[in-house]
């Protein structure tokens, strides 16, 4: 029987704008379009790794407001084991204001909500869990205490980690050594290696920096210009497949589940990155984060078309 894919993180309420230009400080831009939907790089990650096809668990904490049903129904929807999800009482679930600009690039504030409740204690109690998957996949939206302790236990029991460093936060570097893939765009690659990323060159330059510091492989995605994988035989630029962004938001995410489920299925890390590109292209072609979150067969199409 498969191993299943074990997603630690966080869930949003995400509140959206989209305006034509982005309001300077003290101006009120008038004519933006508002959609609330579902985010959190976590629970998008799960997302996007079930609609692609993997065996997904989802862990996991949402408050006691009305979104919460909602949220656990769009998961089960969408392939993800509900099963480890805690409703925490007295506190709301993470909410997030996103602001859409030009050319579909997000802005981005977060309030944890429950995501700060996913304590260490809790990923102690899904070390089973770990211990049976295939791999693990974790963000950076809920403690770094308890991401710590996710590497941990993830190291003891020999499951390999698959870590989007986002978004950019303060996080102890000697910890990447149990990290077999590390996933950062332009600014969180600069913030985890201090090499200013803004072009293929830095970025292998940065990415080669990640596997000196102990990550196996090291991803840096870089928009529409594609992204960078280094690993023990050489850093490759791979290019983006040329699509017309309307929303940027969740992308990265996608790409992570997509990645994870293809790497799971034994797919090589060339395959992989393609499978996990083309869902990244999908995404931003649409608003919204889960609502863009393409479907195994729309990401097999699409790899079709593009031979
Ligand atoms: O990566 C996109 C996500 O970041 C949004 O859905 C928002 O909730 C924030 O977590």
């Excluded at 840096?220 to 960078?228: D, P, R």
């Excluded at 995404?283 to 729309?298: H, K, L, N």
Aim: with cysteine; aromatic share 6%; net charge negative.
């Amino acid at each position: 029987m498969p191993k299943p894919i074990v997603i630690i993180g966080s869930s949003n309420v995400d509140f959206i704008m989209k305006v034509d230009h982005l309001p300077a400080r003290d101006e009120t831009v008038t004519d933006a379009v508002f959609m609330q939907t579902f985010g959190g790089k976590g629970a998008n990650q799960a997302v996007a790794a079930g609609r692609a096809g993997g065996d997904v668990i989802f862990v996991n904490c949402v408050g006691d407001d009305p979104y919460a049903e909602r949220m656990l129904a769009g998961f089960r929807e969408s392939g993800v084991d509900t099963d480890y999800i805690i409703r925490e009482t007295g506190i709301s679930s993470g909410a997030a204001l996103v602001m859409i600009g030009e050319g579909g690039h997000n802005y981005l504030s977060v309030s944890p909500g429950a995501n700060g409740l996913l304590t260490p204690e809790r990923v102690d109690a899904v070390r089973d869990l770990i211990a049976d998957a295939a791999y693990v996949l974790m963000q950076f939206e809920i403690p770094p205490a308890s991401i710590a302790r996710a590497l941990d236990i993830a190291a003891e029991v020999g499951t390999p980690v698959v870590w989007n460093y986002a978004p950019a936060n303060p996080f102890d570097i000697t910890q990447l050594d149990k990290v077999d893939i590390v996933v950062a765009n332009e600014p969180e690659a600069t913030t985890l290696t201090g090499i200013q990323v803004t072009d293929i060159t830095s970025a292998r330059t940065a990415a080669q920096r990640l596997r000196e510091l102990g990550a196996r492989t090291a991803i840096i995605t870089l928009g529409e210009a594609g992204s960078v994988v280094a690993t023990d035989e050489d850093a490759a630029h791979i290019p983006a497949f040329p699509v017309e962004p309307l929303d940027t938001t969740a992308a990265g995410d996608t790409y992570c589940g997509c990645l994870v489920v293809a790497l799971a299925e034994g797919q090589s890390l060339a395959e992989a990155v393609r499978f996990a590109s083309a869902g990244g292209a999908l995404c931003v072609q649409r608003m919204g984060a889960q609502p863009s979150i393409p479907w195994r067969d729309e990401i097999e199409a699409f790899l079709l078309a593009h031979l």
